[in-house]
C-alpha cells in the first residue's frame, strides 16, 4: 500500500510513498513504533515482518535536509485504511511490480527516499513479499 502525503505537508507533500513511517518516540521499540503509527496514520493493524535498514539523505526545495536510518517492514492485509488528513490524501494498493512500473513512468510522482528505497532495494522487497504471500 502507498500513500499521497498530504498536501500541506513541510516538504514532499502530494507525492505517493510508503505506507507509513514511524518515528520511534524515546524509549519505544521499532515494532511498537510502526504499530502505533500504522494505527494513528492509517487506522490499520497487521503483522509487520522486519525486511532490512538503509540510509539516505536528501535536501528538500525548502531548504530543509533529512539523514535518516530508515527500517523497512513490510505487513499484508486486505482491511481498507481510514487516513489520518493530517498525514495523508490518498491511497492505493499495488503490487510491488507495479510499484516498480510507476516509479520508471513517473519518478517525479514519488518522494526521493521512496525513489532512492525501490532503486536500491527493489528486487529484495519483491521477494520479501512473494515470500509472504
Not at 520508471?104 to 529484495?124: A, C, K, N, S, V
Request: aromatic share 12%; hydrophobic share 35%; proline share 5%.
Amino acid at each position: 500500500m502507498l500513500q499521497k502525503r498530504a498536501g500541506h505537508k513541510y516538504h514532499s507533500g502530494g507525492l505517493w510513498t510508503n505506507s507509513c513511517c514511524s518515528h520511534p518516540a524515546p524509549g519505544e521499540g521499532l515494532s511498537d513504533a510502526a504499530h502505533r503509527r500504522l494505527k494513528e496514520e492509517l487506522n490499520l493493524r497487521t503483522d509487520l515482518f522486519p525486511l532490512f535498514s538503509f540510509q539516505y539523505k536528501a535536501s528538500f526545495s525548502n531548504g530543509l535536509t533529512e539523514h535518516e536510518l530508515d527500517h523497512v517492514l513490510l505487513g499484508i492485509t486486505d482491511e481498507f485504511p481510514t487516513l489520518c488528513p493530517d498525514e495523508a490524501e490518498e491511497y492505493q494498493y499495488l503490487h510491488p511490480g507495479q510499484i516498480r512500473l510507476a516509479l520508471l513512468e513517473h519518478p517525479e510522482h514519488f518522494t526521493i527516499w521512496f525513489r532512492q528505497l525501490f532503486d536500491q532495494y527493489g528486487t529484495r522487497i519483491v521477494e520479501s513479499f512473494q515470500a509472504i504471500v
